[in-house]
């Protein structure tokens, strides 16, 4: 029987699904062709019908994988982030949790196809994580656009230490972009890096636990200092 375009788009898809679930759970080096085909219901001469070969697959469900990984997360504010991330239920559930933290590892050894895919991620998600960026916040200076002349006078009549809002500790400058992104980037490697961490050890360690807990605590901590007051 002659398989439809719609037919082999759908079955593509199936693949494409069925594969990032056990690339997250066995890892890349965890599965072979034949065995994520007989998963998907397929044969597995089928398989290169779809695709060229298992890194072209594994390029495809990176990018599919972290689509979804951000489609979960994109919305969430920093803390509710965290919280989820750093969970019991996050650290066991790895077959349907974020592609990022399951594989990151595995990526690091496979092809620049599958990095770049990664990389594309990991921006991705740290654009998500800009929205909740600090807004500039006005410091009472310029509150008036269009008195131009008189705040620039008041602003020349107070310098010093308080044109410096980095040197003074009674204001809270915005964040620059830069460090914006740091923090961002700091925020994501840390929750990432505690998930390795737990998953690295016995499911029934009190130190899979332990580093979870540890680690959240911080990142909550730090992103309530950070808040507006």
Do not use: W
């Not at 994988?65 to 951000?70: C, D, P």
């Not at 489609?71 to 559930?93: C, E, Q, W």
């Not at 006005?138 to 008041?154: I, M, Q, R, T, Y």
Request: proline share 4%; net charge negative.
């Amino acid at each position: 029987m002659r398989v439809t375009k719609a037919q082999a788009q759908a079955n593509r898809a199936h693949i494409v699904e069925t594969a990032s679930t056990l690339f997250r759970e066995r890892g890349y080096d965890g599965v072979g062709v034949a065995e994520l085909m007989a998963a998907a219901g397929f044969t597995h001469g089928g398989f290169y019908k779809h695709f060229r070969s298992k890194a072209d697959l594994m390029a495809e469900t990176a990018a599919s994988g972290l689509s979804q990984s951000l489609a979960m997360t994109g919305d969430m504010d920093p803390a509710k982030f965290v919280n989820i991330y750093l969970s019991r239920a996050h650290r066991d559930g790895r077959s349907a949790g974020c592609t990022m933290a399951a594989l990151c590892g595995d990526a690091a050894r496979q092809s620049d196809d599958v990095k770049t895919t990664f990389a594309a991620g990991i921006e991705n998600m740290l654009a998500a994580l800009a929205k909740d960026d600090v807004a500039p916040q006005d410091s009472g200076l310029n509150a008036d656009p269009d008195s131009g002349a008189h705040s620039g006078a008041h602003s020349r009549a107070h310098s010093g230490a308080n044109s410096n809002p980095d040197s003074n500790p009674n204001i809270d400058p915005p964040l620059s972009a830069k460090r914006a992104r740091a923090k961002r980037i700091d925020l994501l490697a840390h929750v990432i890096g505690a998930v390795a961490l737990s998953r690295a050890c016995p499911d029934d360690s009190p130190l899979a636990d332990e580093i979870l807990e540890a680690c959240r605590s911080e990142l909550l901590a730090s992103l309530a200092s950070e808040s507006p007051r």
